[in-house]
Nanobody, 126 residues
Framework: QVQLVESGGGLVQPGGSLRLSCAAS????????LGWFRQAPGKEREFVAA????????YYKDSMKGRFTISRDNAKNTMNLQMNSLKPEDTAVYYC???????????????????WGQGTQVTVSS
């Protein structure tokens, strides 16, 4: 089992920034990718970004490119999501996910992730 704990959510004004973190523990040898997904009220959960465990490859939803940056801290077994120029439509619960991709699923597919965190609320509002 892999345990994931998110942190860093909160309330921010439009145009502001937030940094989310996800700490992984447990059987981390069984995963090779970490991702962020989000779910806004009344909407389906959607892919935000993903990064390989080694940190060598990153993937983004097109609409996030340039505003969001995903990164890894290998020493701390954590993953971060730096979110800049936030918009009200970025308001959602953000979930950290981990899995083992073997080529069956794209990094953006929820089906490729077997472990999920509890989520952290991000609210962008003035």
């Amino acid at each position: 089992q892999v345990q994931l704990v998110e942190s860093g959510g909160g309330l921010v004004q439009p145009g502001g920034s937030l940094r989310l973190s996800c700490a992984a523990s447990g059987s981390i040898f069984s995963i090779n990718i970490l991702g962020w997904f989000r779910q806004a009220p009344g909407k389906e959960r959607e892919f935000v970004a993903a990064i390989t465990w080694s940190g060598s490859s990153t993937y983004y939803k097109d609409s996030m490119k340039g505003r969001f940056t995903i990164s890894r801290d290998n020493a701390k077994n954590t993953m971060n999501l730096q979110m800049n120029s936030l918009k009200p439509e970025d308001t959602a619960v953000y979930y950290c996910a981990a899995g083992y991709l073997s080529g069956v699923y794209l990094p953006s597919a929820e089906e490729g992730y077997g472990y999920w965190g509890q989520g952290t609320q991000v609210t962008v509002s003035s």
